[in-house]
């Protein structure tokens, strides 16, 4: 059975930061894009940043780049976001998510879905 399990979730002060993991099991996705979506309560999910099965290739929406860092590690089949300068704004679920396709990168059409980790950011 394959599984993203997110973790790193927590609330922190404005300013902060906040690493997340992603830990997949059930297949290798090696070769697979993975990223990462949040969803804040009333608001639809929206993209956050994705990497391509190298790592070669990052990709950032506008209202986190400077800020966040995402990368993976194919040997031990995970990935994670280094989040920093962390706003109030940036309070949502934060979820990982994998391709299907391989070495394909893509900001929409993901496949297997982690089930959520909390981020909350008080001002």
């Known amino acids: 059975q394959v599984q993203l399990v997110e973790s790193g979730g927590g609330l922190v002060l404005a300013g902060g930061s906040l690493r997340l993991s992603c830990a997949a099991s059930?297949?290798?996705?090696?070769?697979?894009?993975m990223a990462w979506f949040r969803q804040a309560p009333g608001k639809e999910r929206e993209f956050v940043a994705g990497i391509n099965w190298s790592g070669g290739r990052l990709d950032y929406a506008d209202s986190v780049k400077g800020r966040f860092t995402i990368s993976r590690d194919n040997a031990r089949n995970t990935m994670s976001l280094q989040m920093n300068s962390l706003k109030p704004e940036d309070t949502a679920v934060y979820y990982c998510a994998a391709t299907r396709d391989t070495y394909v990168y893509t900001r929409y059409a993901y496949d297997y879905w982690g089930q959520g980790t909390q981020v909350t950011v008080s001002s």
């Open positions: 059930g297949r290798s996705f090696s070769t697979n894009a």
